[in-house]
């Protein structure tokens, strides 16, 4: 949402978290295709016009049926996209190498989804997996800047250095707020690919070529932000991360 709104301030922009049910990367196909159903619904009823899901579990997982079956029956000309697809491109074009590295939540490791749509770029691409479950909860808990998030790092990462990689993909949206911390274990030379800046970047492009959606989209620069459940960690570390103090709502997704 910050590079988002960074890079398209004068857009009307909802973003809504569910915070009462994250993290997603631990659940089963169903219940993440379940829950973004539900997520989608609602922001649609309250006039989006496209939602991104910044979420790679819900990216790999609910997508492409979200889009092939969900859309065409419930809200035909609205648009969904996701955050996998943009990162991949991005790292098979700035990648020195052959040789890919993923840290993602362990749902996103088990789709394969990384996997699937770095090999449509370029079958030549040798990728590495890591599942980073202990991630998420750390930075939701505040935790980022502290020695745990080093020693924790430093354990998921190890394995992609032996593998002597040449880019990084941050496979996790809340990753990016760990970039510093990543970037001092692998030193410079190993690209990273962080979703927020690529998914504003490509955002930005797509919404160039589809003026039919552009269009419908609001320019008064309102931000509005809904939570599923609501706690004074979120409101202070919500503000801390978008870059400026937010009013959060609480609502309820059924």
């Known amino acids: 949402m910050r590079e988002i709104v960074r890079k398209l301030p004068r857009y009307n922009y909802i973003y809504l978290g569910d915070t009462a049910r994250a993290p997603y990367g631990t659940r089963s196909q169903e219940t993440v295709y379940k829950f973004t159903e539900q997520a989608i619904d609602f922001l649609f009823k309250k006039g989006c016009q496209l939602v991104i899901l910044a979420c790679s579990t819900a990216s790999s997982e609910a997508l492409r049926k979200i889009q092939q079956k969900y859309l065409p029956e419930n809200y035909p000309g609205r648009k969904v996209l996701g955050v996998v697809i943009p990162a991949s491109e991005e790292a098979i074009t700035k990648t020195t190498g052959s040789k890919i590295g993923v840290i993602a939540t362990s749902g996103t490791i088990k789709s394969n989804a990384f996997k699937r749509e770095l090999q449509k770029l370029n079958l030549k691409i040798q990728l590495f997996q890591q599942a980073a479950p202990l991630l998420v909860p750390l930075v939701e808990a505040g935790e980022h800047g502290s020695k745990a998030a080093d020693l924790i790092l430093g354990n998921y990462l190890r394995p992609l250095l032996k593998n002597k990689i040449n880019t990084l993909i941050l496979g996790c949206t809340h990753y990016g707020i760990l970039e510093k911390k990543i970037r001092k ?45 609501l706690t004074n960690n979120f409101s202070v570390l919500g503000g801390k991360f978008f870059g400026r103090k937010i009013k959060t709502e609480k609502i309820k997704l059924n």
């Open 185 to 229: 274990i692998i030193g410079k030379k190993i690209k990273i690919i962080a979703g927020g800046k690529v998914v504003a970047e490509k955002l930005k492009d797509y919404l160039e070529r589809h003026p039919e959606i552009k269009t419908k989209i609001g320019k008064n620069s309102k931000r509005i932000f809904y939570t599923t459940d």
